[in-house]
């Protein structure tokens, strides 16, 4: 009996999976590291911070913003290695929040562009005044929380991952390790951008596990 050809499409689908989470990461590191410095999280500090370095700025958060939804079709994609029902509901209830809001937080970072406007066309009283009344807006404060849900949304995921076999428990043991770090770093510079680079080496894992289960073709 002559084998029936295996379709492609799956392996297809776990590859372009791994290359989402992997290059996502390692985007979204690359953003972090290429933040204007600032000294503290006041609004004028802020502006300043990206005012006086629209270049380095700019493709911070283009490289955040890519990062962001790179990592969000990742986690959707990885839900094919899931298999059975053991740890598939943590892990859902984790991926789908965590990619919603991860296409949230890409989109707030669109208004880089315009804090970088107010700093360079605006006296600072203005420019501030300007950035904290948009700030203010309940529409504002509604996107912000859930771009945070993410953060407790991958640990769920990782929790159901690791409940599959997908992943070993370090994962989201280190994960969240490495977010209640984050948080209690200064907002730039090398220290956050190496908490974070440590955040996303389970999603890095979880890619190369999605490698993992591509089937190599083999030769007639």
Known sequence: MTAQPTDPTPDRRRALTGVALILGAVTEVAGWATVP?????ESATYLAALGSRPGQ???SALLLSLGWVLLAFGLLGALSLLRGRRGAVLAML???PAALGMVSVSGQVYSDFYKIALHRGLPTADAVRVFEAAEGLGGTSAWAITGFLLFPALLVMLLGYARAGVVGWWAPALYGVATVGFFLTP?????????IAVMFVPLGALGLRAFARTRVPQAA
Do not use: E, S
């Open 37 to 41: 410095p600032q000294a503290d999280l």
């Open 187 to 195: 907002p730039v510079g090398w220290i956050p951008t190496t908490v």
């Open 94 to 96: 984790g991926a789908v």
């Open 57 to 59: 700025a700019q493709l």
